[in-house]
């Protein structure tokens, strides 16, 4: 994975295999650690199950994940449904955590 794709907050794999969230530690020690921006096999993102949307507060209502925002910055229904023939561009836990930020400015 590329730091462009994380932010603080974000969950990913690491060495170990157990999902957890970065810290800002966690930047400067990969980056001492490699000397790069790329993290390789260090880190790897978590697919978007529908274990993670209940996690995070999706409800799920006729085959589909819901859940209603309602924040200063973006109001709306937002809604992922697991389809086999579903071209949907968000596959990664972190890639939800970073579409949410960019619409509500908080963190999910």
């Known amino acids: 994975m590329k730091a ?9 794999v690491g060495d170990s295999g157990t999902p957890y969230r970065i810290e800002l530690s966690d930047f400067a020690d990969w980056y001492n650690d490699h000397n790069s921006h790329e993290y ?6 978590i697919p978007l199950t529908e ?23 973006f ?8 389809d086999p023939l579903d071209i949907t561009r968000v596959k990664y836990v972190h890639e939800l955590q970073n579409l949410y930020f960019a619409l509500t400015g908080e963190e999910l």
Do not use: A, C
């Open 51 to 73: 274990e993670w949307l209940t996690r995070f507060g999706f409800v799920k209502e006729k085959g589909s994940y819901i859940m209603g925002v309602h924040q200063s910055r």
């Open 75 to 82: 109001s709306g229904l937002m809604k992922f449904k697991f």
């Open 4 to 12: 462009t794709e994380l932010r603080i907050g974000n969950y990913v």
């Open 40 to 45: 390789g096999d260090h880190v790897k993102p």
